[in-house]
């Protein structure tokens, strides 16, 4: 796999990216642009599904994202802390991919996982750009490295975006990222594939849809994706806001 990507998306669960912003990393792709993701745990304390079948779903979905590249870096689903040991996972990746753009989960959400994500990958994204912390990828000594920008997806909970971005070629194709993971969602009435959880009937396919309409009438398009930034979006030519 490539060692560079233009956008780097980071999760705490296989599927998070899927659901809040795969359609913003399809529309990239298509662009020439270099995607990868990678997850911080498992998922292992989802109530359907295992790791290894999470292991396999998200698999699938890089292969129809296109990925670059995409990696599980073993934090403990459900546990992981903000400290050194899972701060230098990070800033690792970060280092080695030397991405322009980190996408990363929501600032606060109904999982919690989600914000303490947010916070994570947020201190790992300043740290990656001081000198005198030293890491080694694979036996080889990085270079300091901070990209230009972090913005934070949204997921389950409602928050006003900053960005809003034009997904409305790529909603059918983002459904398809999201269903493979099928373990997890679009379970049947009367199915006998697991415990229903708030994510596994077909209504929340038809949130997902009726978010990317909202973010999507925003900006007066069918569909959107919607982010926060954490400082201000420079840009060289106001027009290009148009």
């Excluded at 689903?77 to 980190?102: A, M, T, Y």
């Excluded at 000198?131 to 990209?147: D, L, S, V």
């Excluded at 930034?229 to 027009?239: E, G, H, Q, Y």
Aim: overall charge negative; proline content about 4%.
């Amino acid at each position: 796999m490539d060692n560079h990507a233009d956008i780097l998306a980071f999760a705490a669960h296989p599927d998070d990216v899927e659901i809040a912003a795969s359609g913003t990393l399809l529309a990239h792709k298509l662009l020439g642009q270099k995607i990868a993701i990678v997850d911080l745990t498992a998922g292992e304390l989802g109530t359907r599904g295992s790791a290894e079948i999470r292991k396999n779903e998200a698999q699938r979905s890089a292969v129809i994202l296109g990925l670059n590249y995409r990696k599980n870096l073993g934090l403990q689903d459900g546990f992981f802390e903000i400290n050194q040991e899972s701060l230098l996972k990070v800033i690792k990746e970060i280092r080695f991919l030397k991405p322009s753009l980190v996408l990363a989960n929501a600032v606060a959400d109904r999982h919690p996982d989600h914000g303490q994500a947010a916070k994570l990958v947020a201190k790992a994204f300043f740290l990656s750009g001081l000198a005198k912390i030293e890491t080694t990828y694979n036996g080889i000594k990085q270079e300091p490295f901070r990209p230009k920008q972090l913005l934070h997806y949204i997921q389950d909970q409602d928050i006003i975006p900053d960005v809003v971005f034009d997904i409305s070629n790529f909603m059918d194709k983002k459904k398809e990222c999201i269903r493979a993971f099928s373990s997890q969602f679009h379970q049947t009435e009367g199915a006998n594939d697991g415990p229903r959880t708030p994510i596994s009937g077909e209504d929340f396919m038809l949130f997902i849809e009726g978010r990317a309409r909202d973010f999507g009438r925003a900006i007066n398009v069918e569909f959107g994706e919607g982010f926060t930034t954490s400082k201000p979006v420079s840009v060289s030519n106001l027009l290009n806001l148009l």
